[in-house]
């Protein structure tokens, strides 16, 4: 059964970190482009970080410096390493998997920054 699976979220202060993963099942994801993105209430969703099957990253300017992306190959995993979290990065995280035609979601996981 081909899937993502995002766990790692919860409530974290202000200044915390956390660290999410995308654990894939069914596929290799290492050929896999993945990106994390994130959609809060009553807006859309946005790209946060990305990285290719070679382990090129890229970030949105708002987490730019405080969110880093991962690959494990051999755990079949991406992961986001999220420090200084601000209440603003309150949403839930999805990450997405894409090579040619294939294309596939998880579930999600929230992420709340409050104090």
């Known amino acids: 059964q081909v899937q993502l699976v995002e766990s790692g979220g919860g409530l974290v202060q202000p200044g915390g970190s956390l660290r999410l993963s995308c654990a894939a099942s069914?596929?290799?994801?290492?050929?896999?482009?993945v990106g994390w993105y994130r959609q809060a209430p009553g807006k859309e969703r946005e790209l946060v970080a990305a990285i290719t099957s070679g382990g090129r990253a890229n970030y949105a300017d708002p987490v730019k410096g405080r969110f880093t992306i991962s690959r494990d190959n051999a755990k079949n995993t991406v992961y986001l390493q999220m420090n200084s979290l601000k209440p603003e990065d309150t949403a839930v995280y999805y990450c997405?998997?894409?090579?040619?035609?294939?294309?596939?979601w998880g579930q999600g996981t929230q992420v709340t920054v409050s104090s």
């Open positions: 997405n998997a894409e090579y040619f035609k294939n294309n596939y």
């Open positions: 069914g596929f290799i994801l290492s050929i896999y482009a």
